[in-house]
């Protein structure tokens, strides 16, 4: 009830607003799983990376995991695997590097499910198109994802030196932000163990660069209607809109059609089902 009225300018129904990371990993599979029982069931997993966050979803019991990856963690993979051989877990997970679009069609899946993926798919779109004809007639897509591109941060990158910095990525301009990125980018190992690979998204570029709105238009466009809906606001983001005047209207001179709220926007987790006309 706090943040009842904390997104205005939001333009679908919320059902929960809280500060980030407000919304447990483990409250997010057990809302998925009250909204349809997860044991028994066929899941895919896009964006697994090195698939150690599927142990999690194991207490729910699905009979099968698809997961799937663009990048190839065939170590990892295979020590989940032998993990579950050894445990006599009966969940059969099957890993492979390939991008959702290559996947067989004729496939269905009664969930799928992804976290921290959406905000960097250049073809969202697409994947949102494909996905619905991957997803059984009654099942469900659940996603979390974030920072989104306009929030504190959401190239996942600026502000990592100076939180001031962190709207670097909106108001630099791109030889600016060239330089800016030289100067605080570490090697990949680096990006990988203290930043989430953050500078490995930014030079590869890998962001949708859309807003709260933007991608819940892209839902109903595709014909899903989110069954729940959770908001994650930047505490650190918001603060500094509210208290830097300076850093505030400049993003509104760049961009003048940006709702101010997008900037705090942080995160998006949503149930999505398929509406039936």
Known sequence: LKYRNFFKKQKYPIDLVLPSKGFSDDKRKKKL???????????????????????????????YIEAIDIFNYKKSWDKINKFLK???????????????????????????????????????????NFSRKLLSEDGVMYASYGPLWFNYSGDHFSGRDDKNHGYNHLLLNES????????????????????????????????SKKKGNDYMNIYK???????????????????????????????????????????????QIVYLKKYIR
Request: with cysteine.
């Open 176 to 207: 600016e932000y060239s330089s800016y990125y030289k100067k605080n980018v570490g090697g990949i190992n680096y990006e990988i163990e203290n930043h989430g690979s953050g500078g490995l998204f930014v030079k590869e570029n890998l962001f």
């Open 221 to 267: 466009k595709n014909n899903f209607i989110s069954k729940y809906t959770v908001l994650e606001f930047c505490p650190i983001g918001y603060k500094l809109i509210r208290t830097n005047n300076k850093i505030k209207d400049k993003i509104l001179k760049k961009y003048p059609n940006l709702d101010i709220e997008d900037c705090y926007l942080k995160t």
């Open 33 to 63: 799983n009250s909204i349809k029982k997860i044991e028994g069931k066929k899941m895919l997993c896009l964006g697994c990376g090195n698939g150690f966050e599927l142990l999690s979803w194991l207490k729910f019991k699905p009979s």
């Open 86 to 128: 050894e445990n006599n877990i009966k969940t059969e997970i099957v890993f492979s590097q390939r991008d959702l679009l290559d996947l067989n069609e004729e496939k269905k899946f009664d969930f799928i499910v992804s976290d921290a993926v959406f905000e960097h798919l250049k073809r969202f779109e697409d994947v949102i």
